[in-house]
């Protein structure tokens, strides 16, 4: 399995997000500039210029049509993916961290971080179908616990948001009124900062990693918790197979301590867990700092790893994946 290796980024990757078709990858970034590739050979195609600050995540609606990026910019874009042109801006009063498009693409989950005195908060907004009818105003906004809300996503049927950040509780709301419904329990939940959350493909469980070197697999309607993957560092990243039953978790070390621990380059990599046994099946090596994003093709094939080394790296499977027998 050669990984090609797409380079366009001159800062840290932040996000990847593959469109439903896994056609498209598109990629985030410190460095402004949100970034769309083929994905079947990592060609770039063009950049969505507008954003004055690191852009930390990005969701494309179900006809890649429509991109949305979050940026501490303290804005959230929207934009028409064919032709890069900005159509909207939501403007906030803080950094804007996570976005997460609801089904149906009509709303969309944004979350803020907590900035000059005001807390972190989570934001519903109606997506137009007509950009020049587009609205600043927020159907709901809530509140948010202490700390940054990394992630926020939909639930089934858009009838819940689930949120995971800094206070590491896995929170689920209402999406009508708001209110919290459940929220992870302290003794079996994450013991640190959460990073990352992604859902599986039929939307029935999620997976969130965590800075306490794991990454828990939960029910998205109960919160029950399924699984944990036990890996020896900080997890940046986590993804699940669409075809298979794999998690893919990826970081490293903060990227103060990278260069005094280790001087063999390259060796940070994804590691391959089976989603029902939490046993390691694999790992795939090649960035030269943490994996700070990772993203499955929606086909199974393919998968592709951001790092803080400023490279995606495209990995197309070979046979012998699908053939792993545990």
């Not at 994996?291 to 046979?319: T, W």
Request: charged residues 25%; aromatic residues 8%.
């Amino acid at each position: 399995m050669r990984p090609i290796l797409m380079k366009g980024h001159e800062r840290p990757l932040t996000f990847l997000k593959y469109n439903r078709d896994g056609d498209l990858l598109f990629s985030c970034a410190k460095d402004h500039t949100p970034t769309v590739w083929f994905a079947d050979n990592g060609e770039r195609l063009g950049t969505y210029r507008g954003h004055n600050g690191a852009v930390w995540c990005c969701d494309v609606s179900r006809d890649s049509k429509r991109l949305i990026t979050a940026s501490a910019d303290q804005t959230a874009k929207l934009w028409d993916v064919q032709k890069g042109a900005e159509l909207f801006t939501f403007k906030f009063d803080s950094p804007a961290k996570s976005v997460d498009l609801g089904v149906g693409d009509k709303l969309v989950v944004i979350t803020t971080d907590p900035f000059m005195g005001l807390p972190s908060a989570i934001h519903v907004k109606r997506i137009s179908g007509d950009p020049s009818e587009q609205s600043d105003e927020s159907v709901l906004t809530i509140k948010g616990p202490q700390g940054r809300i990394n992630r926020a996503v939909w639930g089934p049927l858009n009838r819940t948001i689930i949120s995971a950040g800094e206070d590491a509780v896995v929170r689920i709301w209402d999406s009508e009124t708001g209110k919290l419904l459940l929220e992870s329990d302290k003794e079996t939940g994450h013991k640190k900062t959460i990073t990352s959350l992604a859902k599986s493909s039929d939307g029935s469980h999620f997976l969130t990693g965590s800075l306490d070197k794991s990454a828990k697999l939960w029910d998205i309607r109960s919160l029950e918790l399924i699984k944990t993957y036990k890996t020896e560092r900080p997890v940046n990243a986590v993804t699940l197979s669409p075809v298979l039953d794999h998690v893919v978790l990826g970081g490293g070390q903060d990227a103060s301590s990278v260069t005094t621990t280790d001087h063999r380059a390259g060796k940070f990599e994804a590691k391959f867990y089976h989603k029902i046994l939490e046993e390691e099946i694999g790992g795939v090596k090649g960035h030269f700092g943490p994996i700070n994003a990772l993203a499955f093709n929606p086909d199974g094939k393919s998968f592709s790893s951001g790092g803080e080394d400023g490279y995606v790296r495209l990995h197309h499977f070979d046979q012998d994946y699908f053939n792993i027998r545990i």
